[in-house]
């Protein structure tokens, strides 16, 4: 029990004050954004009120770390709009779940670790491409919809007030924390500009306006489409994306804290809580999430290091879900919509803009791509995947060109060759233009001392370049392969001499 629920190990000291505090303000955080990204997406509030409780409540008691909290991510609910607008709610639920027995898989297989391989300028490209598709996405709140289905632009007054209410929120949520940070600023903002617009009687729009909400407890539910290959071909691409996306935020997040607090958290145990949350959402009417950076700040800046806090936070969603409903219903649009742009200026990474001038062009070139296919296509998933290929094949050709050779004949005529760089598909060519066979001596030695066969493509080379030398009736001999090396060397394993006494074992991976 102690290895699995860290909340139950009475070894443990919890300072049970700043666990509540700490839980009672993530639950005011995780509200606003919620219900924005729920309304972004087109669903009903509380289909994100539902998921920020669930998602909560799942991962913090079963999760790979204390201090993280999860819920209705933007970057999630994001990748599923198209999804949700030409298939409807039915199809989201059923995504979700699926997408969950896939993060559930991967923690399983103890594939979390592969997630630290995503270089920094794919995260800078999307980040900031995820900022944007936020802040655009407020932009169309401006607009409102008649009786007859046209969607058209506020105008006149209604425009005014709309923007002086955002603004007036954005004020607030960036000049409140340097008066107090004894409340986060975006309840903070809500509530001046619900006091605002109650005092002064101002007619905005409200989120009654886009959905009520029925304050009831979830519900069990099987998502109403028809079981069939043509219905997961539709929602299996979908599900691969929110998969990846929501543990490569969650995972970057646990990493994130455990630099924080100096403590180590298990990357794949968060895959498969991560999973369970989800698949519990596809079933209990939640739109899905993952782990929340900027909530997971302000729990561990209300000084919590338990899991309490984030059951505590998920119990008091679940407390405004049944009691206080009438209240969130009437809170202003205009609040959330500043919350949401604040919550867009804080994701985008200004460091990044900062820095450019000292990046290499590459990863300059990775992080726009990145965040441009994130915009563009919405695809988040897809825009990672594509900024990590292109970061791989640069470090492949960067290292390809590193490849060298260092020559000489020893007393007895035998020509040594002195490798130095790994030999991999990239190098595999300019490796095999530093050897002579015509002119070279009858004994050769290639030196593997500071090197290393990779794959196929350098066994191929050397099977090649044997070949090569027998032609000419000349031996070529390996020397100082390492034992991974020996095992994955077949063709030319007749002309290889091992030094065991110098024969160094190289990791790959770590394998925790």
Known sequence: MKNTISLFDFSTKINYKNELLAGFTVAMTMIPESLSFAILAGLSPLTGLYAAFMMGLVTAVLGGRPGMVSGGAGATIVVLIALIKFHGVEYLFATVALAGILQMMVGLFKLGKFVRL???????????????????????????????????????????????????????????PKITKAIPASLAAIIVIFAVVLGFNIQTKTVADIAHISGSLPSFHIPQIPFSLETLQVIFPYALIMAGVGLIESLLTLSMVDEITNTKGSANKESVAQGVANITNGFFGGMGGCAMVAQTLVNL???????????????????????????IEKIPMAALVGVM??????????????????????????????ALITILLHNLALAVLVGVIISALVFAWDNAKRIRAR?????????????????FFGSATSFA???????????????????????????????????????????????????DCRKILKNAEAVVEIDIQEDPTYKVMPEK
Request: net charge neutral.
């Open 118 to 176: 995503i270089p920094q300028p794919v995260m800078y490209g999307f980040l900031n491409g995820l900022a944007v598709i936020i802040f655009m996405a407020q932009i169309e709140q401006f607009k409102i919809t008649d009786n007859n289905g046209a969607v058209s632009w506020l105008q006149g007054s209604a425009l005014y007030v709309m923007a002086g209410l955002t603004a007036l929120t954005i004020a607030v949520v960036y000049f409140f």
């Open 301 to 327: 800046n209300a000084g919590s290091r338990a899991r309490l806090s984030g059951i505590i936070a998920s119990v008091m969603i679940l407390i405004i879900i049944l009691f206080g409903a009438p209240v």
């Open 341 to 370: 742009m604040m919550v867009a200026i804080s994701t985008f990474q200004w460091v990044s803009i900062r820095i450019v001038n000292k990046m290499p062009r590459s990863d300059i070139f990775v992080g726009i791509t990145v």
């Open 407 to 423: 020559k000489h004949i020893d007393e007895n005529g035998v020509k040594h060759y002195e490798i130095y760089g790994p030999l």
């Open 433 to 483: 233009e530093k050897f002579d066979p015509v002119n070279d001596p009858d004994e050769v030695v290639i030196d593997f001392k500071e090197s290393r066969i990779v794959d196929m493509s350098a066994i191929d080379a050397l099977d090649k370049l044997s070949k090569r030398y027998k032609q000419q009736d000349k031996t070529l001999r390996l020397r100082h392969l390492s034992e």
